[in-house]
């Protein structure tokens, strides 16, 4: 629309700039009853600002992304960009303010950083990898030479990639991305209403149906050598597990 792409418009700037906003609203909120910003709350409101700053400065990897990709935009992403993501997936911040001076135990702070952090590293290596070899599949590295780089041959001159963490998992980017909706809203603790983990609950059950699209779209692409890294790969989503 007016040569711009609507997808990645409000998937990346109104739905993503929409979460923060809310998020620091609700920091301003709890400062304004309780004098000081929780511990939580700082957590919660840097993992979605370090998540945003991210998308923009990786802005050329998401556009070969799932979202941008294949989804179509419309009723979905209009509403989901605009309403769903920046209130709902903030219910963490809201409950953190309604409870403005829960805090939590360091080792659960720790934790918390930990997954966050491991769940944002192996989503970003997962999908850069993916967005080199897209661009260019003749590289035999990724990483500084750390990755090698391999494919499955298909027809009409495709290529599978197979190697790296695509060779842990069929979707190892949703790994990183189902461990850093966790942590996200794990700051609002196991204790208030199950609507603070609406984030989480709502990112896994989004990403755990995208595989089944995203595989058979796959399998249809790819045929015989899908089935093949299929075998080679077992894991569709959580390396080792699922």
């Known amino acids: 629309m007016f040569g711009s792409d609507c997808t990645l418009f409000f998937d990346g700037r109104v739905s993503l700039i929409g979460v923060v906003m809310v998020g620091l609203s609700y920091a301003c909120k709890q400062y304004e009853l309780a004098g000081y910003i929780s ?48 209130f709902f997936c903030n219910l ?14 360091k080792w659960q702070i720790a934790l918390i950083v930990i997954i966050w952090v491991s ?32 494919y499955i041959s298909a027809d009409e001159g495709k290529k599978v990639l197979s190697s790296g963490l695509w060779s842990l998992s069929r979707h190892p980017n949703y790994f ?26 709502f990112i896994w059950a989004l990403l755990i149906t995208r595989f089944e699209r995203d595989d058979r779209k796959c399998n249809n692409k790819y045929k015989q050598a899908w089935k093949e890294y299929s075998r080679r790969t077992p894991y569709k989503i959580v390396p080792y597990l699922y």
């Open 39 to 86: 511990t939580p709350m700082l957590l919660f409101t840097a993992f979605f600002s370090i998540y945003m700053f991210d998308f923009f400065w990786f802005e050329d990897h998401f556009i070969t992304t799932f979202d941008v990709a294949y989804e179509k935009f419309g009723w979905m992403l209009t509403w989901g960009d605009t309403v769903w993501m920046p």
């Open 176 to 201: 990183g991305e189902l461990a850093n909706s966790l942590a996200m809203c794990l700051p609002g603790g196991i204790t208030h209403s199950i609507f603070s983990f609406g984030y989480t609950i």
């Open 92 to 105: 963490t911040g809201y409950f953190l303010v309604e409870d403005y001076r829960y805090e939590q135990p």
């Open 119 to 150: 769940g944002y590293i192996f989503a970003r290596i997962a999908n850069a990898q993916k967005d080199a070899f897209k661009r260019d599949p003749s590289k035999k590295t990724f990483f500084y030479g750390l990755i090698k780089q391999d």
